[in-house]
C-alpha cells in the first residue's frame, strides 16, 4: 500500500505488475528478516520465534522464491525496475553479514544507527524510484523520497521501541537502547517535524493532496506518542497501527482521487 499510495500522490497510473513485486519483496525481506533474528524475537515476540522455530527451510525457500520472481516480474516491466527491486536484498545481505571483517569493519547491524539507515533508505527507494519510472518531472522527487525515508525510518526506531529489552539483552545498538525510550519520543517528534517543513517546501507540488499528507503527519505524531509512552501494547497493535498507516492512506488517496474525478465530471 505505501506503494500505491505513491504512485498516487505522484499522479502517476498505478502499474500492477509493480505492485505485486512490491509485495513479494516485502514478504521476502521480512520473511529472511524474521529468520535472522530469532534469538532477540525469542525475546521480544516468543509466539512469532516459536513459529519460525522448526520451519526455517520451508520460510527461506519461500522468501526466496518470491524474491526470484518480484525480479523475473520487474525485469517484465523494465530492467531499471528490477535494478531498484535489488536494492533491498543488496541492502539486507550488506546488513545481516560481515564482509568487510578481514579488514576490522564490524558487522553493519552492530554499529548504532545503521539498521534504521539502511531499511529506511531501502524501502524509500523502491516506493519512490518505482513510480518515478513514469514520471515526467522529477522535481517531485525531492519531497516524496525524504517524506518517505522519515516515515519508515521512525516507523522501525519504533519496533525497536518495542523490541528494546531483547535488544538490550542481545547487545544490539538501536536507538532505544542507546538512549532510552524518552529521549528515542523527543528524537522522533522533532524528526516528525521534518516532515511539516518539508511539506510547506513543497505545497504547491502536492495541494491535491494536502489533506492526505498532513492527516498521515498527524497520524505519525499520535503513534509516536502512543508507543513511546508504555510498552504495555500487543504485538497486534504494532503492526496494525504503524504497517495499517499505509493501509489508510493508500483507500484515503483512493477516495480523495475518486471524489475528485466524480466532483469534475458534474
Not at 167 to 179: E, G, R, Y
Amino acid at each position: 500500500m505505501m506503494l500505491y499510495f505513491s504512485f498516487i500522490v505522484l499522479g502517476v497510473t498505478p502499474r500492477p505488475i509493480l505492485l505485486c513485486t512490491m509485495f513479494l519483496v516485502v514478504y521476502s525481506v521480512y520473511s529472511i528478516n524474521k529468520l535472522t533474528d530469532q534469538e532477540e524475537d525469542a525475546v521480544n515476540t516468543p509466539e512469532r520465534s516459536t513459529f519460525v522455530e522448526g520451519n526455517e527451510r520451508f520460510l527461506l525457500t519461500l522468501a526466496i522464491a518470491s524474491y526470484i520472481t518480484a525480479l523475473l516480474l520487474g525485469l517484465i516491466e523494465s530492467p531499471l525496475a528490477a535494478g531498484i527491486l535489488l536494492v533491498p536484498f543488496l541492502s539486507g545481505i550488506a546488513y545481516s553479514t560481515n564482509p568487510l571483517s578481514i579488514i576490522g569493519i564490524p558487522r553493519l547491524k552492530d554499529i548504532f544507527l545503521v539498521k534504521s539507515f539502511i531499511v529506511a533508505f531501502s524501502w524509500a527507494v523502491c516506493v519512490a524510484f518505482l513510480p518515478a519510472l513514469q514520471l515526467c518531472n522529477s522535481t517531485k522527487l525531492y519531497f516524496i523520497f525524504p517524506f518517505f525515508f522519515i516515515k519508515v525510518f521512525i516507523n522501525t526506531v519504533l519496533f525497536d521501541v518495542r523490541d528494546v529489552k531483547g535488544d538490550t539483552l542481545n547487545s544490539v545498538k538501536t536507538i532505544p537502547v542507546v538512549i532510552g525510550v524518552k529521549r528515542t519520543r523527543q528524537s522522533l517528534l522533532t524528526i516528525q517535524f521534518l516532515l511539516v517543513v518539508w511539506l510547506i517546501l513543497f505545497s504547491d507540488l502536492f495541494s491535491k493532496y494536502y489533506v492526505i499528507l498532513i492527516a498521515s503527519m498527524v497520524y505519525g505524531y499520535l503513534y509516536i506518542i502512543h508507543f513511546c509512552n508504555t510498552n504495555h501494547h500487543s504485538e497486534m497493535s504494532w503492526d496494525i497501527l504503524l504497517e495499517g498507516e499505509w493501509v489508510l492512506m493508500g483507500v484515503g488517496a483512493w477516495i480523495y482521487l475518486v471524489l475528485s474525478f466524480n466532483v469534475g465530471n458534474i
